[in-house]
């Protein structure tokens, strides 16, 4: 299979690149093809004719975001309609990652976001994300967007940095109000080639480990996975404020992936996996 993979310096695309190291990679990152220049991409794609692309590009500063508005809608929303486009035309895969935080995550902890709940991004990067979904579904029919969440790999990241500040003080505080499931970029990308080779029916997944937890819970089973005795706090969203603001319950169902024989690690398993390659 020949496939171009786009941002091919970021955290995702290095577990994506490694999960398909046996097909026939196309890398490039920015600088060999911007994904918002549409006549680049259009001649990029047509002359190398992948059958997939996985778009591991993205503005993915969530707190940046807020300011640079411009730069991260030309990025989540032109960048991905332009891969749409130019896959449409050439009969290519698209295939997308998107994020929880299309959602507004006010929904009550008894329940869990399907694909097809109400939209509700609270912040630019959210929204951002949401019309980049939306710029896909109108340029191309054959495309796969995976929400994903909380996403952790080879690149700056929360265990790393918890791993670093257990290491290094006797206390920190970590929210507990904001419900979540935390997802091995390995195991993202593990999904990615599971859909591709059973060939799914295209649309929307929502692609996360398996489980749910909140920060605070993550930062314990990080600490008590590493043998880390740093004492951890629990504090709200309130006492912690951020530029952009984080949703409460980010809960994704993920039954519709599933129900298509896809097999997913739940998150403890998948930090076990993780922890054992970054210590
Ligand atoms: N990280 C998370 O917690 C999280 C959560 C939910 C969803 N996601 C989604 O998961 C996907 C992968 O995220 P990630 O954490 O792997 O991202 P990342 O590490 O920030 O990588 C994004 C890559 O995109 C590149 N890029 C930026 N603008 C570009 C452009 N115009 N043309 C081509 N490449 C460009 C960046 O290059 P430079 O570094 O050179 O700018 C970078 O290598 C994204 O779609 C993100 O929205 C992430």
């Given at each position: 299979?020949?496939?171009?993979?786009?941002?091919?310096?970021?955290?995702?695309?290095?577990?994506?690149?490694?999960?398909?190291k046996e097909e026939e990679l196309i890398l490039t990152d920015v600088a060999e093809l911007d994904i918002t220049n549409l006549e680049k991409v259009e001649e990029f794609v047509s002359n190398c004719k992948p059958e997939v692309i996985i778009n591991c590009a993205a503005y993915t500063a969530v707190d940046k975001a807020e300011e640079e508005v411009d730069l991260a809608r030309k990025i989540n929303k032109e960048g991905p309609?332009?891969?749409?486009?130019?896959?449409?035309?050439?009969?290519?895969?698209?295939?997308?990652?998107?994020?929880?935080?299309?959602?507004?995550?006010?929904?009550?902890?008894?329940?869990?976001?399907?694909?097809?709940?109400?939209?509700?991004?609270?912040?630019?990067?959210?929204?951002?994300?949401?019309?980049?979904?939306?710029?896909?579904?109108?340029?191309?029919?054959?495309?796969y967007i995976?929400?994903?969440?909380?996403?952790?790999?080879?690149?700056?990241?929360?265990?790393?940095?918890?791993?670093?500040?257990?290491?290094?003080?006797?206390?920190?505080?970590?929210?507990?109000?904001?419900?979540?499931?935390?997802?091995?970029?390995?195991?993202?990308?593990?999904?990615?080639?599971?859909?591709?080779?059973?060939?799914?029916?295209?649309?929307i997944y929502h692609t996360t480990n398996l489980g749910y937890t909140t920060w605070y819970e993550f930062t314990k089973e990080i600490f008590k996975k590493a043998n880390i005795s740093c004492l951890v706090r629990p504090v709200t969203s309130e006492e912690f404020v951020r530029p952009a603001k984080r949703p409460k319950n980010s809960m994704m169902s993920k039954d519709k992936i599933l129900q298509e024989g896809i097999t997913i690690p739940t998150w403890e398993e998948a930090l076990g996996k993780y922890l054992e390659i970054e210590m």
């Open positions: 299979m020949k496939i171009l993979i786009t941002g091919a310096n970021g955290m995702l695309a290095k577990a994506v690149k490694e999960m398909f309609r332009n891969l749409a486009i130019a896959a449409n035309k050439n009969g290519t895969i698209l295939v997308h990652i998107s994020t929880d935080y299309v959602f507004g995550g006010d929904l009550s902890l008894e329940e869990i976001y399907k694909e097809d709940d109400k939209k509700a991004p609270n912040t630019v990067y959210g929204i951002t994300k949401l019309e980049g979904e939306e710029a896909i579904c109108e340029n191309t029919a054959n495309y995976f929400r994903t969440a909380w996403l952790y790999g080879d690149g700056n990241n929360f265990v790393r940095t918890m791993l670093r500040l257990g290491r290094e003080k006797e206390e920190i505080t970590v929210v507990a109000d904001q419900h979540g499931s935390p997802t091995y970029a390995v195991d993202l990308a593990d999904i990615i080639h599971q859909a591709l080779k059973k060939k799914i029916p295209y649309g």
